[in-house]
């Protein structure tokens, strides 16, 4: 049984048709083949399910666990009972006469992803048959041109999507081959939203921050057609054209995340995203150069250097206001980059600059704390490369609170 804490590489420890878990840095991970969902548990859980190997009454289960941690069985009692439980509910673990022991069954042939198919055409998705009063159309570049069509109605709802949806558009670089490989058509009205993905049509609830977030989801599958989409982050990412390698800054909102991915836009940093960030499935940074989400706090900063922002109009949304800020990219600026660094920054606006070097399994709850997705129909060996790749890329929490200070180091980090 692997040590506590400790570091070693990824280990596989159980694979079923739709389930593969795996021992990371001392921690249970659990993955759903299908649908890429992810559970992360304690180093006792790790345990249980190595003890589970064997077939196992609950008080037999409990012993061994105290055992193991040299304490009273009463101590882990409640928290293996909760366990099991939770693990019967998901269909992990069966129980006969008090008996228990792991239900998912070992299976050799690795699960492979459908091709995502690709088209011209654009077909406008209907939205209740009602009266769309909004249109307008993009043709932007990834790595291959993409049409996009957005349809909406003039109702207070669909406006304010609308208009949100706009300003995180304009942020992409505009194709200059007026031709497209792929197509994105999407109808707002009210509580609802169709996406028309090269004409495969389907709907959402009309909450702006799912309606973002599937469409650049989309735009991921249909801008990037040679690539296979690992995983997607709630992250910011610029790419150093000193080290050639891109960095992720994955966070929640108000991390100052955009702040700085939009710092480093100003000392000659190529902008990659500030939204969401794709992994491809050998590693690589699939950039979505999103307009740069800035809250009221940050606007004095960049206004001399953008002074297209005193124009911009403020976007309200879940409580929040922000402007929209289109940076310049250069053309080749939506091809994959390597990923060179994980940094997880966090603003103290009265502190010094502290780095500190993080574990795998702090990196990992960072991401999913931050907002992370596996995609769906992932092999067993794509999802091992995703989390080795946790081990062999370098990661830091910064805490900053100047600007120049924090891009000097990363353009210099020890």
Not at 108 to 131: H, I, K, Q
Request: glycine share 8%.
């Amino acid at each position: 049984m692997p040590p506590e804490n400790s570091e070693c590489p990824p280990w596989l420890i159980g694979r079923g048709e739709r389930l593969c878990a795996w021992c990371f840095d001392g921690h249970l991970i659990l993955v759903q083949l299908d649908s890429g969902a992810l559970r992360l548990y304690n180093p006792s859980a790790l345990a249980v399910w190595l003890l589970l190997a064997e077939e196992l009454s609950a008080q037999s289960l409990i012993s061994q666990l105290a055992d193991l941690y040299h304490v009273a069985p009463e101590t882990v009692s409640e928290g293996v009972c909760a366990l099991l439980d939770e693990w019967r509910e998901l269909g992990l673990v069966g129980r006969e006469n008090d008996i228990y022991r792991l239900t998912y069954q070992i299976h050799d042939a690795s699960l492979e992803c459908e091709e995502v198919s690709s088209s011209a055409t654009v077909d406008r998705p209907s939205c209740n048959g009602s009266l769309i009063e909004h249109r307008i159309t993009y043709l932007i570049t990834l790595a291959v041109p993409v049409a996009i069509e957005i349809y909406a109605a003039d109702d207070a709802q669909s406006n304010a999507i609308f208009q949100r949806l706009c300003t995180i558009l304009d942020g992409f670089p505009k194709s200059k081959v007026m031709c497209s490989e792929s197509s994105l058509a999407i109808s707002i009205q009210g509580g609802t939203v169709a996406f028309s993905e090269d004409g495969d049509a389907s709907r959402v609830n009309a909450d702006p921050t799912e309606v973002i977030g599937q469409t650049l989801l989309r735009l991921l599958r249909l801008g990037y057609p040679g690539e296979r989409i690992a995983a997607t982050i709630h992250a910011a990412a610029a790419f150093n054209p000193a080290t050639r390698e891109g960095v992720i800054f994955p966070g929640i909102s108000g991390a100052g995340k955009s702040t700085l991915a939009v710092a480093l836009s100003e000392r000659g940093w190529r902008y990659l995203g500030d939204d969401v960030v794709g992994l491809s499935g050998d590693g690589r940074i699939m950039p979505l150069p999103t307009a740069a989400s800035l809250k009221p706090n940050s606007w004095g900063i960049f206004t001399r250097h953008y002074s297209a922002l005193e124009g911009l109009p403020l976007i309200t949304y879940s409580g929040k206001s922000a402007k929209y800020l289109p940076l310049a990219t250069e053309q080749d600026g939506t091809s994959v980059v390597p990923l060179g660094r994980w940094v997880l920054p966090v603003f103290e606006p009265e502190g010094s600059l502290e780095v500190e070097k993080i574990s795998p399994i702090e990196l990992l709850q960072g991401l999913m704390e931050a907002g992370m997705g596996l995609s769906g129909q992932l092999s067993e060996g794509e999802v091992d490369g995703f989390m080795s790749r946790l081990y062999q890329i370098p990661a830091q929490r910064i805490k900053y609170s100047n600007l120049d200070e924090v891009a000097r180091w990363l353009e210099n980090p020890v």
